[in-house]
Structure formats: structure tokens, C-alpha cells
């Protein structure tokens, strides 16, 4: 219900730190999500980041499916310049909601240098996170979003950006994949197998015309 400027005006005094704008490029349930809102969210970042005036992107989002945009923008967003995705645990209507402390550290990440070349980002609970490693760990906890792999890269602490590591593997600028192009994305379906399971769907997937399935 809250549109991105009604976010920044909960965050007093942001506006003395960096120059914002806003843009709402939509506004649906993170897990209600379609491929093509995927595709028209790092088109548009894209684009965004070519501004020279631009130095990073925060993509506020909601918590479910926060970890998987992370890492399609992070295949697929073609810049140096960061892009953070964050969100909030506790709705802003309880008390000790951390939206608003969670935007605040990505908005002050996003403008610091120290930030480029860092690939996309999750910045919850303190933690500048690797969006290909990282994960949703609990359905209510504010600590939640984890990488269990390999660790966070960096955090933000009383308005100070401190990185310890840096991401190796390709990433944004350097990704193979090249959707700027693209009017949509191939339909892939993800089944579940299990002891015991028959072919019924796989047998559907097949059916619905889809380019590829990933077996899990």
C-alpha cells in the first residue's frame, strides 16, 4: 500500500546523505511474480544505470522470492554499479518494523563507491549478502536471509558501508546472459520427483509447451 516516496519519507534526513528518486515499475506480492515482471525489472535497471548521473539501484521488495529477482538481476543487469535489493520482516504497522532501517543501509550502500563492481546485492539486518549465494533461512526471523556458502560480503553499521570480501564468480556487466533484447523469457518448468512418482507430470510439462525442464 505504501508507494516508494512514502518509504524514503520514513527514513528523516536520508535526503541530506544522497540524492534520491523513486519509481514504482510495479506493485504485486512478491511470490505473485511472473517471468516477465522478472524480465521488465532488469530491463528497466538496466536502463536506469546507464543515467551517468545514477551511482546504484535499491530494488525494495518483498520477502519470498527476494532471493530468486536477486539472482536473475544478478545473471542478467548489464553495469558495474550496484543494484540491493531489500525489504522488511515486520510489517511497518508492528512495532520494531525493519523496513526502514533496511532502506536506509541499502540506499547508503548504493551510493558508496566502495559498492561497484560488487555484483546485485540483498542488504537485510545489517548484511551486504552475495545474491548468488544467498538464502531465506526462516519464514519470521529478521536475521533470515543468510548465504550459508560463502558468507556475507559486508555490512552496514551506524551509516558506514565495510566490505570483507568480494564475489569472484561472473556477474552483471560480466554475465553471459544478455536480456536487453529480449521480449520474453523460454518457459521452463521445475518438477519434483520422489520415490515412487509416476511421469503424469512431466507427461503435463511437456504438454504445456514448455522449452526445458529442470528435474528436482
Known amino acids: 500500500a505504501l508507494t516508494g516516496d512514502d518509504l524514503v519519507a520514513g527514513i528523516p534526513g536520508i ?4 540524492r ?10 512478491s511470490s505473485a511474480l511472473k517471468d516477465a515482471d522478472l524480465l521488465r525489472l532488469s530491463q528497466r535497471v538496466s536502463e536506469v544505470l546507464e543515467d551517468p548521473d545514477v551511482e546504484g539501484v535499491v ?3 518483498g520477502t519470498d522470492t527476494m532471493e530468486e529477482t536477486a539472482f536473475f538481476l544478478n545473471l542478467t543487469v548489464r553495469s558495474e554499479k550496484p543494484v540491493i535489493l531489500t525489504g522488511a ?24 563507491p566502495q559498492s561497484r563492481g560488487m555484483g546485485v546485492m540483498v542488504c537485510m539486518n545489517d548484511h551486504l549478502l552475495a545474491a548468488r549465494d544467498v538464502m531465506k533461512t526462516s519464514t519470521y526471523k529478521v536475521e533470515t536471509f543468510r548465504c550459508p556458502e560463502g558468507g556475507c560480503l559486508g555490512f552496514v ?3 558506514m558501508v565495510h566490505y570483507r570480501y568480494a564475489p569472484l564468480r561472473p556477474h552483471t556487466a560480466h554475465s ?4 536487453r533484447g529480449l521480449a520474453e523469457l523460454p518457459q521452463v518448468e521445475v518438477v519434483y520427483t520422489h520415490i515412487g512418482c509416476g511421469t503424469e507430470m512431466l507427461r503435463a510439462a511437456l504438454k504445456s509447451g514448455c522449452r526445458g525442464i529442470v528435474a528436482a
Open 89 to 112: 520482516m515486520r510489517p511497518s504497522t508492528v512495532l520494531s518494523g525493519d523496513g526502514p532501517l533496511n532502506l536506509m543501509n541499502a540506499i547508503l550502500a548504493a551510493a558508496d
Open 157 to 159: 553499521m551506524g551509516g
Open 59 to 61: 530494488v525494495t521488495h
Open 176 to 179: 553471459e546472459f544478455d536480456v
Open 20 to 29: 534520491l528518486s523513486t519509481e514504482q515499475i510495479f506493485s504485486v506480492a
Open 15 to 18: 535526503e541530506q546523505q544522497v
